[in-house]
């Protein structure tokens, strides 16, 4: 009988000891053992960062620093303060964008029972119908009737506005659009901040843009000179002009475009897709409402407990391989046989090595079971048998099996030790007997 082994764990830790994060099946990175969540392409918050911070940076420097000369002590120092707080506040933003779960919908181990058939139902007698998700069901919203498809890899039908991003390999809920600049998908729970960040990064851009306009005026004013000889004194205000010029078309064209999705209720991926403004909107609210569901309602709490324990799925049940039964122990039996199979035999040492010559104690694997000759080789099977041919040599039997649990020595075993001793006690007195004639016919 040949049994299959368990397979061997990788890690010294069972699976009580894992947390869900460390299991997660989706492309998300998490820090600080799942407190914070992103996406796949994090490394690009770092490029954002500096896209937003060393502009300001230069800005404090070389616009923000000259400016206090010009103003008074007051309102130099507050230029300086709001440029640095405003651009706190813009990263804080990003980051909680950016780390928090923007509405995971938790799949499902196993799909949701079938309710349609698949095929003809004229099957023949020997033939079964298959059963078949539908791909599409019609689930009723507050009156209102949606389609939902069905997410092969998450296994669920997704409710109304999920859609599953190919980037994060997740269901999202209410999903928006998958943000590259953010590093994470755009959702039901972190779009609010979302809005917030891009809006706050536009008015940061138009506050570096006016005030280094300012600094120009001032130096033209001081020196008596043209707008372009003091644009060449202030090589950086023009850096920074050119720069938040460009930013301001990006992202204040995506804040106006954001204004217009939330005053219908929509999100990227609904407009794009469905076109509403076709058709009559079922989640249109009027425009003030609209504002209040996005900004004054309560955020869903998140449905993934990333540091919770994972659940240990109960054992399966033990199956037959090739004629044999396979448990999840079968491993351990294994050993434990092999030991116990080493202590007879270690026992019955001293007494075959007291009146045998040695010959006949280390042939562990001189002698197999009869079960075991059909899958053996035809050279090895003669030689087995032609050692089970010789006298003195007896095939060993293990007394595991007679009494479960306990390998005292059986009496096929007790015999077969006695007969042994008896043969090389005949055979040490006969080698005797021959070397006294030897010795009287010498004399």
Known sequence: MYVVPPPERSGSGSDGDLRVYQTWKGSNIFFLQGRFVFGPDVRSLALTICLIAVPVAIFCIFVAR???????????????????????????????????????????????????????????????????????????????????????????????????????????????????????????????????????????????????????????????????????????????????????????????FHIYLISTNQTTYENFRYRYDRRSNPHNKGVVNNFKETFCSAIPPSKNDFRALVFREPPLPPRSVAGGFMSPNMGKTNDDIEMGRKAVWADMGPAMSEHGDGKHGNNERLHVKDGELGELSPDVRTTVDEQRDRPGVHPRRSSWGRKSGSWDMSPEVMALASRVGEQNQNRGGSSSGSGLVTEKRHT
């Open 66 to 256: 000259k400016l206090m000369d010009d103003f008074s002590d007051s309102w130099g120092v507050s230029i300086l303060a709001v440029a640095v707080v405003f651009t706190i506040y813009d990263l804080v933003l990003l980051l909680v964008t950016s780390a928090k779960d923007p509405g995971i919908i938790p799949r499902n181990a196993h799909p949701p029972e079938p309710e349609a058939l698949d095929g003809n139902m004229d099957a023949g007698a020997g033939q079964t119908p298959q059963l078949r998700l539908p791909r599409i069901k019609e689930v009723e919203v507050n009156g209102i009737t949606f389609k939902v498809k069905y997410c092969d890899t998450c296994m669920l039908y997704r409710p109304p506005r999920c859609s599953h991003c190919s980037i994060c390999n997740n269901c999202v809920e209410k999903f928006d659009h998958h943000c590259p600049w953010v590093g994470q998908c755009i959702g039901l729970r972190n779009y609010r901040f979302f809005f917030m960040f891009v809006f706050s990064t536009t008015l940061l851009c138009i506050y570096v843009h006016a005030f280094c306009w300012v600094y120009i005026r001032k130096i033209t004013e001081s020196e008596h000179t043209t707008i372009w000889k003091a644009m060449l004194k202030t090589p950086a205000s023009i850096v920074l002009i050119i720069y938040t010029f460009i930013s301001m078309w990006f992202v204040g064209g995506l804040t106006a």
